[in-house]
Antibody, heavy 119, light 110 residues
Framework: QVQLQESGPGLVKPSETLSLTCTVS????????WSWIRQPPGKGLEWIGY???????NYNPSLKSRVTISVDTSKKQFSLKLSSVTAADTAVYYC?????????????WGQGTLVTVSS | QSVLTQPPSASGTPGQRVTISCSGG????????VNWYQQLPGTAPKLLIY???QRPSGVPDRFSGSKSGTSASLAISGLQSEDEADYYC???????????FGGGTKLTVL
């Protein structure tokens, strides 16, 4: 069974760049679409973007100008960078695998990591 | 404001059947399948229903999904206390060119 684990700083200063990494175990990273989803405290889920193992990406238009997702298949990791963060970017960030190209089916999720934007 | 619309709350008593609705449009539910997620307090979401009405292995058959036009529903029969959670619908949106989620429904078991 695929397992996902997020890692990265839990506190980021305003205007800086949020960086998170997701490590995949128990399965191959050379399939599926590897995604980032976030959830502000007490609110709903928001899709951030995803990357295919080949490197092609797709980002939420509302975040596209600030988001970069990359993949390192040799390490079985994919990463998220979100620039120029503000308090509105405070959220639990989840990594997940998306099944299928035109799909909102996320089979496996990481446990999530809370990132707080504050000085 | 979420692209898919869900009621913010729902409730039922143990053993009862409850349904949660999810309303969208022609670019999402109207042309793509719907997925449902269960989020227990303090945990990550878990896939509950995919392709509108399919259950992943391990999900009890008390949970069922349906879709008609631009709306979808999640039904839970034989309600149990452990079903108390937040439920989210999700679908691909052709206009956004990405997945969209509903705002979530908090289910309370009375």
């Amino acid at each position: 069974q695929v397992q996902l684990q997020e890692s990265g700083p839990g506190l980021v200063k305003p205007s800086e760049t949020l960086s998170l990494t997701c490590t995949v175990s128990g399965g191959s990273i050379s399939s599926d679409y590897w995604s980032w989803i976030r959830q502000p405290p007490g609110k709903g889920l928001e899709w951030i973007g995803y990357i295919y193992y080949s490197g092609s990406t797709n980002y939420n238009p509302s975040l596209k100008s600030r988001v970069t997702i990359s993949v390192d298949t040799s390490k079985k990791q994919f990463s998220l960078k979100l620039s120029s963060v503000t308090a509105a970017d405070t959220a639990v960030y989840y990594c997940a695998n998306k099944i299928g190209s035109y799909s909102a089916r996320f089979d496996y999720w990481g446990q999530g990591t809370l990132v707080t934007v504050s000085s | 404001q979420s692209v898919l619309t869900q009621p913010p709350s729902a409730s039922g008593t143990p053993g009862q059947r409850v349904t949660i609705s999810c309303s969208g449009g022609s670019s999402n539910i109207g042309s793509n399948t719907v997925n449902w997620y269960q989020q227990l307090p303090g945990t990550a979401p878990k896939l509950l229903i995919y392709s509108s009405n399919q259950r992943p292995s391990g999900v009890p058959d008390r949970f069922s999904g349906s879709k008609s036009g631009t709306s979808a529903s999640l039904a839970i029969s034989g309600l149990q206390s452990e079903d108390e959670a937040d439920y989210y619908c999700a679908a691909w949106d052709d206009s956004l060119n990405g997945p969209v989620f509903g705002g979530g429904t908090k289910l309370t078991v009375l």
